[in-house]
């Protein structure tokens, strides 16, 4: 019986430190949760993972989540870089499929941060995505 224990312990530590190892780049990441508008209508909530350069992330617009739930499909998924408060990012859906792009500046600060970007489908068709925090 002590045995067991034992060795539900060690996975215990074993695992543990693998998850920590696993996401380990965290600890140099900053994260940011910003809620603003698409063309200042559309209310949006968007999560970015800033490390180093690359930004990562979802949005979602308020209208999906209460009409689909939280679900990975009621968001919208980030992948891009930053440099100099110049944002340029892709954006995808849940099956990887490219829906629009974003560019513009992303200001980070000790109090607050906000981002105003430029969006661009696919057919041409030009939005704005204005979002803040304040921390």
């Given at each position: 019986?002590?045995?067991?224990?034992?060795k539900?312990?060690?996975?215990?530590?074993?695992?543990s430190?693998?998850w920590?190892?696993?996401?380990g780049?965290l600890?140099?990441?900053?994260?940011?949760?910003?809620?603003?508008?698409?063309?200042?209508?559309?209310?949006?909530?968007?999560?970015?993972?800033?490390?180093?350069?690359a930004?990562?992330?979802?949005?979602f617009?308020?209208?999906?989540i209460?009409?689909?739930?939280?679900?990975?499909?009621?968001?919208?998924?980030?992948?891009?870089?930053?440099?100099?408060?110049?944002?340029k990012?892709?954006?995808?859906?849940v099956?990887?499929?490219?829906?629009?792009r974003?560019?513009?500046?992303?200001?980070?600060?000790?109090?607050?941060?906000?981002?105003?970007?430029?969006?661009?489908?696919?057919?041409?068709?030009?939005?704005?995505?204005?979002?803040?925090e304040y921390?």
């Amino acid at each position: 019986m002590k045995m067991i224990g034992m060795k539900r312990v060690w996975c215990a530590i074993v695992l543990s430190a693998m998850w920590l190892h696993a996401f380990g780049w965290l600890n140099d990441a900053q994260l940011y949760d910003l809620t603003g508008s698409v063309d200042g209508k559309y209310p949006v909530t968007i999560y970015l993972v800033k490390d180093g350069n690359a930004l990562s992330g979802k949005y979602f617009y308020h209208s999906t989540i209460a009409r689909q739930g939280v679900k990975p499909s009621s968001y919208l998924y980030i992948d891009g870089q930053w440099r100099d408060d110049w944002m340029k990012v892709n954006v995808y859906d849940v099956n990887g499929n490219f829906i629009e792009r974003w560019e513009g500046v992303f200001n980070s600060g000790n109090r607050s941060c906000s981002l105003e970007c430029k969006i661009t489908k696919p057919s041409g068709k030009r939005m704005t995505v204005e979002a803040d925090e304040y921390f």
